[in-house]
């Protein structure tokens, strides 16, 4: 009889451990999903240029009525420390400097995927909507559509919406602000409508 083959899996504690020893660098592109450590992809120059647009536009459109944090970790549970491109965050004066943000804090995040819309699909999105991530998007740089999904289930989403370049698109926390897709997809923009939404 073989002998099984057990994963040793680590806590998000232990995963922190890594990192002040030295074992994992600061420079080193991971993130932990049920207690793996998974090697993020390359940022490709578009992925760095739409989440680079994309920040500042949220900036710009939130104010101080939310925390945009870009391609930091967010803690969803004791096993899984995801790392997204863009999370929103409900607004604190301190930008959470005493108090590590939970599930509840986030207002929506955001995913770009040049080469890894499966694995925000298949792997990330479940994972966020179990951990009550209300709105989630995803900026599919390969065929030029958002995916926007929202009312979160145990492991997906109820609500799947698809926008195209020319459409626009609200979060859920700011009804009032309107992104036209291909902006914050960093297609040519200048036959596009012009955005509208709060001002900075």
Not at 69 to 96: C, G, H, I, M
Request: aromatic letters at 8%; charged letters at 25%; proline letters at 8%.
């Amino acid at each position: 009889m073989e002998a099984e083959v057990k994963k040793r899996l680590f806590t998000v504690e232990e995963y922190h451990q890594m990192a002040e020893a030295g074992i994992l660098r600061e420079d080193d592109r991971v993130e932990l999903i049920d207690g793996e450590i998974i090697q993020m992809s390359p940022i490709g120059h578009r992925h760095m240029v739409c989440v680079n647009r994309a920040n500042t536009l949220f900036i710009q459109a939130f104010g101080n009525g939310a925390v945009v944090s870009p391609q930091n970790p967010v803690r969803l549970t004791d096993w899984t420390e995801p790392q997204p491109d863009l999370v929103v965050f409900k607004p604190r004066a301190d930008f959470y400097a005493k108090k590590e943000p939970v599930p509840e804090d986030v207002l929506f995040m955001v995913e770009i995927a040049e080469t890894t819309l499966s694995y925000d699909r298949k792997i990330k999105l479940p994972r966020y909507a179990a951990a009550g991530i209300p709105e989630f998007w995803i900026g599919d740089l390969k065929n030029d559509i958002l995916h926007v999904y929202r009312n979160p289930g145990r492991e997906t989403y109820n609500i799947a919406l698809i926008l195209h370049p020319s459409e626009s698109i609200s979060p859920l926390a700011f009804p009032d602000v309107t992104f036209q897709v291909g902006e914050l997809l960093s297609i040519d923009c200048e036959k596009l409508p012009p955005r509208s939404g709060i001002q900075p």
